[in-house]
Nanobody, 128 residues
Framework: QVQLVESGGGLVQAGDSLRLTCAASGRTDSNYAMGWFRQVPGKEREFVAAINWSTLSTYYADSVAGRFTISRDNAKNTVYLQMNSLKPEDTAIYFC?????????????????????WGQGTQVTVSS
């Protein structure tokens, strides 16, 4: 079992920055990748970013590439999402998730159903 707790969300203005934190506990030694997803009520969950726990390879949705950065601190079992130049369309609930094994392609980092554990989410609101 892996427990994930997100924090760092809030209300900011367009152009501001936020850093989200995902603290992992439990059997984190078997995590293969960690991802961030976001969801607006009434819409489908959307992939944001992912990081391979061992190689540190990172992957981003086109909508956030160049503005968001995912990173991890292995000693703290923590994953971060640094969000810069925030836009109103970034407003959503942001979820952290853990993927437990390799599914044959980095494509599956973008697939929510391939993540075994999820946090409760943290709200990010960007005003214009």
């Amino acid at each position: 079992q892996v427990q994930l707790v997100e924090s760092g969300g809030g209300l900011v203005q367009a152009g501001d920055s936020l850093r989200l934190t995902c603290a992992a506990s439990g059997r984190t030694d078997s995590n293969y990748a960690m991802g961030w997803f976001r969801q607006v009520p009434g819409k489908e969950r959307e992939f944001v970013a992912a990081i391979n726990w061992s190689t540190l390879s990172t992957y981003y949705a086109d909508s956030v590439a160049g503005r968001f950065t995912i990173s991890r601190d292995n000693a703290k079992n923590t994953v971060y999402l640094q969000m810069n130049s925030l836009k109103p369309e970034d407003t959503a609930i942001y979820f952290c998730a853990a993927q437990r094994r390799y599914y044959g392609s980095s494509y599956y980092y973008t697939t929510g159903s391939k993540y075994a554990y999820w946090g409760q989410g943290t709200q990010v609101t960007v005003s214009s």
